[in-house]
């Protein structure tokens, strides 16, 4: 009888590590988090129930919304291309257009996973006015017939003031995200094309289907689930964007704050202003607004048919 009860009792033994570990670390903070967001808490003197005010005062604080704002905007301008650029480049791998596929699997998902630390401290000498990569390379596109025109055509003037200027210092943010996640993007994309049969495409093939007519006719259907994941991973990831923009801009948010992600201005409110009360109701309205996107996401993605 013993025995049959140790057998018994002996997989939820095994597995339990990793539910006290997810009560512990996972359930424990959300629960306690959201409840915190009903009080105000300096994180030493004792909690006060303020009810809705937390709330009340991130949906009214201009400062919560431009972080918003500038974190749409990045995840505006990095989502489209870094997707666009992954798939187009996984397409080149599965069909063999690109030699030596095994290197540049490695070498496009390798900035996946470097330290967003030193990624930042690259792209900062990278984005350097006088001295820096980028603008020498501009100075030199700038100077070859032809391309110059279209620096004038676009009134840029050049060094750019990439982490200077408010302007700049979102597309500067967008770059390097986009560097950093299309290899993930990349690898997800390729993998998914394994399993898509061949014999689809020598069908199409023999029906006379162009290369333009198999990509989106069969392809592009076939990714349709991939994509989706893809894309709300990249929402659920880019509205929470912290350790970039912060390691890029010095942890001040750029120029006229232009760079200050939610993510960030969540962080300062919590820790560096040490209002835990309000950190945490302004990650639950942070939350809403990736929920919705991921709805709206899914909206787009469903079955039309």
């Known amino acids: ?67 918003i704002g500038n974190s749409l905007i990045i995840f505006l301008m990095t989502t489209i291309p870094q997707h666009l650029i992954a798939l187009t480049l996984a397409y080149m791998l ?13 070498a496009f998902f390798l900035p996946y996973i470097t330290s967003a630390v030193a990624i930042a401290l690259v792209f900062q000498l990278l984005y350097g006015q006088h001295f820096g990569m980028i603008n020498a390379m501009l100075k030199w596109l700038q100077a070859v017939p032809g391309i110059g025109g279209l620096f004038e055509l676009m009134h840029l003037d050049l060094p750019i003031r990439w982490l200077g200027d408010p302007k700049w210092v979102k597309p500067a943010i967008a770059l390097m995200v986009t560097w950093k996640f299309t290899g993930w993007n990349l690898i997800l994309y390729y993998a998914a094309l394994q399993n898509i049969p061949t014999t689809l495409y020598e069908a199409a093939k023999v029906d006379g289907a162009s290369p ?94």
Not at 4 to 15: C, D, G, T
Not at 225 to 245: K, R, W
């Open 94 to 106: 599965y069909l063999g257009t690109i030699k030596f596929k095994e290197f540049f699997r490695s």
């Open 212 to 305: 333009i007519q198999i990509f989106f006719k069969i392809t592009i259907p076939l990714l349709r689930s991939v994509i989706f994941f893809a894309v709300t991973m990249s929402i659920i990831g880019n509205l929470q964007i912290f350790a970039e923009p912060y390691m890029l801009t010095g942890g001040t948010g750029g120029p006229a704050n232009s760079g200050l992600t939610a993510a960030m201005y969540l962080y300062n409110t919590g820790f560096k202003w040490a209002e835990f009360g309000t950190g945490s109701a302004m990650a639950y309205v942070l939350c809403s607004f990736i929920v919705v996107f991921s709805m709206l996401n899914k909206y787009f993605f469903r079955d039309k048919g």
């Open 1 to 67: 009888m013993d025995l049959r009860l140790s057998r018994e009792s002996a997989p939820y033994v095994f597995i339990s590590p990793f539910y006290i570990m997810f009560a512990i670390f996972g359930a424990f903070p959300i629960i306690f988090s959201f409840y915190l967001s009903f009080n105000m808490w300096d994180g030493i003197t004792e909690m006060k129930w303020v009810g809705v005010e937390n709330y009340i005062f991130v949906v009214t604080d201009p400062w919560f919304w431009k972080a």
